[in-house]
């Protein structure tokens, strides 16, 4: 069983810096594609940021220019740099994943427990 478990969440003062982090860990061959999602009170989970296989990284539009992903494939570990937060960043922050399982040799898709930002002053 794969499980992605986030953290670095909190609260931050609008202009600050937050960094998150999802670790992977279970049966895996390989993890083909990583992303962050967020999802704000009453509204719709969207894509923050993603990257490929090959490093190809996409970005939401609000997010362009001040967030920052990253991946440490030794530690199976995805990063989020959130720099120049704003209030509208304010929501719950999941990591994602596109993992190849072993027995049986499969693609699935793996989700977080979510981990809270909140940008206030």
């Known amino acids: 069983q794969v499980q992605l478990v986030e953290s670095g969440g909190g609260l931050v003062k609008p202009g600050g810096s937050l960094r998150l982090s999802c670790a992977a860990s279970?049966?895996?061959?390989?993890?083909?594609?990583m992303g962050w999602y967020r999802q704000a009170p009453g509204k719709e989970r969207d894509l923050v940021a993603r990257?490929?296989?090959?490093?190809?990284?996409n970005y939401a539009d609000s997010v362009k220019g001040r967030f920052t992903i990253s991946r440490d494939n030794a530690k199976n570990t995805l990063y989020l740099q959130m720099d120049s937060l704003e209030p509208e960043d304010t929501a719950v922050y999941y990591c994602?994943?596109?993992?190849?399982?072993?027995?049986?040799?499969?693609?699935?898709?793996?989700w977080g427990q979510g981990t809270l930002v909140t940008v206030s002053s």
């Open positions: 994602n994943a596109a993992v190849v399982t072993t027995f049986p040799v499969r693609e699935i898709e793996v």
């Open positions: 279970g049966s895996m061959l390989s993890i083909r594609a």
């Open positions: 990257l490929i296989s090959g490093g190809s990284a």
